[in-house]
């Protein structure tokens, strides 16, 4: 049976990392599972349209202005602040390389997405990499597509004049299918250890029916990443949306619809930051923290934890275990770095008191 290299690089990564940060055994590798496990799409929970596909994580510059494409599309989109002071990084994920849309500017690699994605098996796509997550990956074997080591094979360069390169380098799907078979890596999930139909992949977050009321009242949140960088939503009533937009409050546009982007979950995941050696990168405490919920009108304060069968599991602030809405969800980490804060408003943009 063809061996597939990434995805059982990545499976060996989201074990190491679950016993490392929870003190859990090695889980087992998953045989075959029922029917509605299988259906479920495991960055959303909801019906899944690729049911035997490694999702496709793509780093992105936050800072990308008109010029972001792919944001409203992906079913995940990861935000902290992962090099020095001033801006955030961006990590968009759809559910397979084929559902991948024109997206970019593709950015530098972060170990930070990398962990967090680790138990859905994700297949990395980047422009080049600091030394800590170009560690990670080469330490468990996992391959990415990079710009920097293929170039327009699978990335198209759309750079002006006095434009810098960081905000030049875009790809699509189709782009990045071209050349995985060049670069051994096999999009589906199976491996050579399963020699029955592949397991499903493990959820995210731990979707399912919210019976667990939250607090209303909370109609806006801006996550504050340092005194220049600040991601902001709104709460759309009608479509039951949260709306995104940037520090200065402009709408967040998809630059391939014109659309603002749009989640139905927002998390803010509290965590402790630590400056790495290089003095320029920060890696970030995933054992257990903190953090906030939004979703249909409503606000949770939450505990978190790296789980087994769910990458993350949530609880309220008794520490019961609560279910996330399925649908597309936004996800920060924040820590207690200076100039970071996360701000609530009611809705008539009133301040509320922050958890």
Not at 104 to 123: I, R, S, T
Not at 202 to 210: M, N, Q, R, S
């Amino acid at each position: 049976m063809k061996h597939n290299k990434l995805c059982a690089a990545a499976l060996a990564l989201a074990g190491l990392a679950l016993v490392v940060l929870v003190g859990c055994s090695l889980p087992s590798l998953p045989g075959a599972s029922d029917a509605p496990a299988a259906a479920l799409d495991p960055l959303t929970g909801q019906a899944a349209i690729w049911t035997d596909r490694c999702p496709a994580a793509v780093t992105v510059q936050s800072d990308a202005g008109a010029n972001l494409r792919g944001i409203g599309d992906a079913s995940l989109v990861l935000e902290a602040l992962t090099e020095g002071e001033t801006s955030s990084s961006l990590c968009l994920v759809w559910p397979s390389v084929e559902a991948v849309p024109e997206v970019g500017p593709v950015a530098a690699g972060q170990d930070l997405y990398w962990q967090l994605l680790a138990a859905q098996q994700v297949l990395p796509v980047q422009r080049g990499a600091g030394v800590y997550a170009g560690n990670l990956l080469d330490e468990y074997g996992v391959r990415a597509v990079d710009a920097l080591e293929v170039g327009v094979s699978a990335f198209y360069y759309e750079g002006a004049w006095g434009q810098p390169d960081a905000l030049s380098w875009y790809t699509s799907g189709s782009r990045l299918s071209s050349v995985l078979a060049g670069l051994e890596i096999d999009p589906q999930t199976q491996s050579e250890a399963l020699d029955t139909e592949p397991a499903p992949l493990p959820a995210l977050l731990p979707f399912g029916e919210v019976s667990e009321p939250g607090t209303e009242g909370v109609a806006g949140i801006e996550v504050q990443f340092s005194e220049t960088a600040a991601t902001g939503f709104t709460y759309d009533a009608e479509a039951g949306v949260y709306r995104m937009a940037d520090a200065g409050g402009a709408p967040r546009i998809d630059a391939n619809t014109g659309e603002q982007a749009a989640f139905d979950n927002v998390l803010v995941l509290y965590s402790a930051p630590t400056l790495r050696d290089d003095g320029h990168t920060w890696g970030y405490d995933l054992t257990m923290g903190g953090g906030y919920y939004l979703s249909g009108g409503q606000a949770w304060n939450i505990l978190w934890t790296q789980g087994v069968d769910t990458t993350l599991s949530i609880y309220n602030s008794g520490g019961k275990a609560i279910s996330i809405q399925p649908g597309r969800s936004y996800i920060a980490l924040l820590g207690s770095l200076p100039g970071q804060q996360l701000i609530l408003t009611d809705a008539s943009g009133a301040k509320l008191s922050t958890p």
